[in-house]
Every structure is written in C-alpha cells, then in structure tokens.
Antibody, heavy 117, light 107 residues
Framework: EVQLVESGGGLVQSGGSLRLSCAAS????????MNWVRQAPGKGLEWVAN????????HYVDSVKGRFTVSRDNARNSLYLQMNSLRAEDTAIYYC??????????WGQGTLVTVSS | EIVMTQSPATLSVSPGERATLSCRAS??????LAWYQQKPGQAPSLLIF???SRATGIPARFSGSGSGTEFTLTVSSLQSEDFGVYYC?????????FGQGTKVEIK
C-alpha cells in the first residue's frame, strides 16, 4: 500500500523558515517524480513544486521561486521542502503527492503550515 | 500559465440524480486533464486521468469527456458518498494548475 506521511509543519513568524518532510513507503520511491501541493484554509489546490526521479530536475510555481527548495533522498525514501522567507500567504496545508505519468495518483494527509504576521 | 476555470461553483443535486461538472482551459491541454475529489477534512484523491480513464477503484458512474479546452465530469447517479469538492487539473504545461473547484452538495 502506498503511504505518504508529511511532517514538519507548524507555526512560524513571517520571514522565518521551515522544512517539511515526506516519508514514502509501499512503492519504488526512486521510480517516481514527486510533488508538493498546497491548500490555503478554505481555498482550492495550488501546485507548488516537483522533482524528478534522481533530483536533477525541479520545477516551481512562480510565487515560491527563490524561496522554496524541493529535494529528495532516495536512500531514505524521503521528499523535502525547504521553505525560507515565509509569508502570510504561504499559510496552507502542504500535501506530498506522487506523480504518475504527470498526474497525481497518491496524496498524503498533509501538514499544516501557519505563518503569522 | 494555463488557467483552468470550473463551473458551476456549487452544484446542488439530489441523490440518484445526474451531475455534470465543467472545466475549461485557457489554452489547449490536449488530453492531459485529471479530476480529483476532496471530501471535508480529507486529502484530494484521483478520480479520472487522461480525460476519461478512471483511477483504480473508481466506480463506473464517474465518467470524463472532452478534449483541447473543454472538459466534463459526469456522475450518472449521485450517491451520498459522492458529495464534496471536485477539481480539474492540467498537466500539459508548467506550472501544473487546478481549477477553483466545484462543490457538489445535497439538494
């Protein structure tokens, strides 16, 4: 069974940093691109970033470029999101999402990031 | 950026009735279109990929159609467990983008 378990969310002040982690199990982690998708309270879904199988290719939504960095450790079956210079508008649930031929076939339960201004 | 627009924002449907949800892309996305369902307090889950292919375990009452810029998700006979918010998403271009969602509620 595919499992994606996020951790690392919490309350942080504006301008601060946070590192999210996602522990993957139940599938060959290094065979899949991986994504981060977020959802602000009461709002819709926003794709944030993704990373290819070996970590050499990364894409970001414009609003986080230069502030967020996605990475992975295939030996640990883990995905990460380093978030710097956080803003109030980054407040959201962050989901770790498996990529399957570019669509999103498995989602974690999410971790809540709250940025206080 | 490809903008995805869903309509209506809210759809009130009685159990057993047909529900039709629409999704429009600001430019062609070919067949690179997925639909997701989100129930309150839960993560989204994949319903449909490549416009019309049902994900594993998705019942046949869910069907997708369309191409290019106009897409439709149809639920032929709505069940109580089908109420929630539905999102379309394109994976043809960067960034990946979602529609704003259609909330399907009990009439």
């Amino acid at each position: 069974e595919v499992q994606l378990v996020e951790s690392g969310g919490g309350l942080v002040q504006s301008g601060g940093s946070l590192r999210l982690s996602c522990a993957a199990s139940g599938f060959n982690f290094d065979a899949h691109w991986m994504n981060w998708v977020r959802q602000a309270p009461g709002k819709g879904l926003e794709w944030v970033a993704n990373i290819n199988r070996d970590g050499s290719v990364k894409h970001y939504v414009d609003s986080v470029k230069g502030r967020f960095t996605v990475s992975r450790d295939n030996a640990r079956n883990s995905l990460y999101l380093q978030m710097n210079s956080l803003r109030a508008e980054d407040t959201a649930i962050y989901y770790c999402v498996r990529d399957y031929w570019s669509y999103f076939d498995h989602w974690g339960q999410g971790t809540l990031v709250t940025v206080s201004s | 950026e490809i903008v995805m627009t869903q309509s209506p924002a809210t759809l009130s449907v009685s159990p057993g009735e047909r529900a039709t949800l629409s999704c429009r892309a600001s430019q062609s996305v070919g067949s690179d279109l997925a639909w997701y369902q989100q129930k309150p307090g839960q993560a989204p889950s994949l319903l449909i990929f490549d416009v019309s292919s049902r994900a594993t375990g998705i019942p046949a009452r869910f069907s997708g159609s369309g191409s290019g810029t106009e897409f439709t998700l149809t639920v032929s006979s709505l069940q109580s467990e089908d109420f929630g918010v539905y999102y379309c998403q394109q994976y043809n271009g960067w960034p990946r983008t979602f529609g704003q969602g259609t909330k399907v509620e009990i009439k």
